[in-house]
């Protein structure tokens, strides 16, 4: 069984692990290193020291000059500087020269004084071969504060942890209060309640996931408003001719009809089924367009294909006597020629079915986008309702035009997909339909 954890102790855990870390590193440092970074530094020093000592005993007027510097040298940073001659006829440069640095060789050595436990970094330098400096300094000072470097990390230690599991349990209550609060809608967007709206304002990425939250739960409502909608628009529209077929195929069966009325209800009941075929098989598009519709382009002419659409429904345009004013160039569109086919489709046969007989009906390109116009008798109606699907306007129902009301909403869809700019028109009682140029 997989043990719980809380946010809370997960951090404080880490925090603990992390300091502890933090100061074993710094210990283990202070062990092995320090003794090495400060013998290294004080090197540094000293050669400076060196420097600056035969600078001053260059010149023998220097010797006050010289005096104070070793008294300055000493009194500041603890280093001692002593001053020798080697040949022994010659009185000493210098009386702070100690003979016991003689027999060393040059340069740095650590030197033992087993009398009074004290340990000293020498330099011995030879200078124009028979003047001698020793410079020297403690390092027992390494081993005095030892003790007090290994207290302080004990002690910085023990104020890490209390800092620390008190800045957590501050840092993590902030947090796992807005974690809760997001679990909370996210429960309630499970079981479909939209009713609270998550409302978190830290400026990092639990905001960011609080307003996707909100969108996602807005989208999911509008979806599922759509989709009640949808469905209740789709029965209502096979309702009717599902009803339709019930009764002429009960009184078919009935025997007592004569041979005339028969041919018209099967006339009826096929121009029936072939609606409910039409309109299933637009909804099941509809439905397929409304999820991840892999859209593979390719370039037609766009004339070509205005010209299979038109011929589809030819017998409209001769029953109506309707007229086509085509002012194309030859251009080739990229796009999914299966969709944009029917989405030509739908705006031919919308313009043959809506237009008023003995009409012009154009289809034209200007400034990169094409345009469907057509003469139409309608209501004032807002232009984003013709897009929802089974939508009709009353000139549809009163002059008993066939169609489901689902033409715009796959236009819509198509271009949509092919993220084509596109609008409608309703002017002067002209319907103009208009779509970027897709390349």
């Given at each position: 069984m997989k043990i719980k954890i809380n946010l809370f102790r997960k951090i404080s855990i880490f925090s603990i692990f992390l300091i502890i870390f933090t100061v074993l590193v710094s210990y283990v440092l202070s062990i092995f290193f320090a003794d090495s970074f400060y013998i290294k530094r004080i090197k540094k020093e000293i050669l400076a020291t060196s420097i600056q000592t035969k600078n001053l005993m260059k010149n023998p007027n220097n010797s006050t000059l010289l005096e104070e510097y070793i008294d300055n040298i000493r009194d500041s940073k603890g280093i001692n500087i002593y001053l020798g001659n080697l040949q022994p006829q010659k009185a000493l440069h210098h009386k702070r020269y100690k003979n016991r640095y003689e027999n060393l060789d040059e340069g740095f050595h650590i030197i033992s004084l087993q009398n009074n436990n004290i340990t000293l970094l020498a330099y011995k330098e030879v200078i124009g071969g028979r003047n001698l400096l020793v410079?020297?300094?403690?390092?027992?000072?390494?081993?005095?504060?030892?003790?007090?470097?290994?207290l302080l990390n004990l002690i910085t230690f023990i104020i890490a942890m209390v800092v620390s599991i008190v800045i957590s349990r501050i840092f993590t209550k902030r947090i796992t209060d807005n974690i809760k609060s997001l679990n909370?809608?996210?429960?309630?967007?499970?079981?479909?309640?939209?009713?609270?709206?998550?409302?978190?304002?830290?400026?990092?990425?639990?905001?960011?996931?609080?307003?996707?939250?909100?969108?996602m739960a807005d989208n999911i409502k509008s979806s599922m408003e759509n989709l009640n909608t949808f469905v209740s628009n789709a029965s209502h529209e096979l309702k009717t001719p599902i009803a339709v077929i019930n009764t002429h195929a009960q009184l078919l069966m009935s025997d007592r009809l004569d041979k005339d009325s028969e041919r018209n209800y099967h006339k009826v009941i096929l121009k029936e089924s072939k609606y409910m075929d039409t309109l299933v098989k637009d909804l099941l598009?509809?439905?397929?367009?409304?999820?991840?519709?892999?859209?593979?382009?390719?370039?037609?002419?766009?004339?070509?294909?205005?010209k299979e659409s038109m011929e589809k429904f030819e017998f409209l345009e001769l029953k109506k006597d309707l007229t086509w004013e085509i002012d194309l160039k030859d251009m080739s569109i990229k796009v999914n020629k299966k969709l944009f086919r029917i989405v030509l489709d739908n705006l031919v046969q919308n313009a043959l079915k809506y237009s008023p007989e003995n009409s012009l009906i154009k289809v034209y390109s200007k400034e990169g986008k094409i345009f469907f116009e057509n003469p139409i008798y309608i209501e004032e109606v807002d232009r984003?309702?013709?897009?929802e699907p089974f939508f009709r306007g009353k000139n549809a129902t009163e002059l008993?035009?066939?169609?489901?009301?689902?033409?715009?909403?796959?236009?819509?869809?198509?271009?949509?997909l092919h993220k084509a700019n596109y609008n409608i028109v309703i002017e002067n009682d002209r319907f103009i339909f208009s779509f970027d140029i897709l390349r």
């Open positions: 410079i020297t300094t403690s390092l027992s000072v390494m081993s005095s504060h030892r003790h007090e470097v290994y909370r809608v996210a429960q309630k967007i499970s079981r479909l309640d939209f009713s609270e709206k998550s409302s978190i304002k830290t400026s990092d990425e639990l905001m960011e996931l609080s307003q996707n939250i909100n969108t598009l509809l439905s397929k367009l409304s999820s991840n519709f892999n859209l593979e382009k390719e370039e037609f002419n766009l004339k070509d294909l205005l984003e309702k013709l897009f008993n035009i066939e169609g489901s009301g689902l033409g715009l909403s796959l236009i819509k869809k198509i271009l949509d």
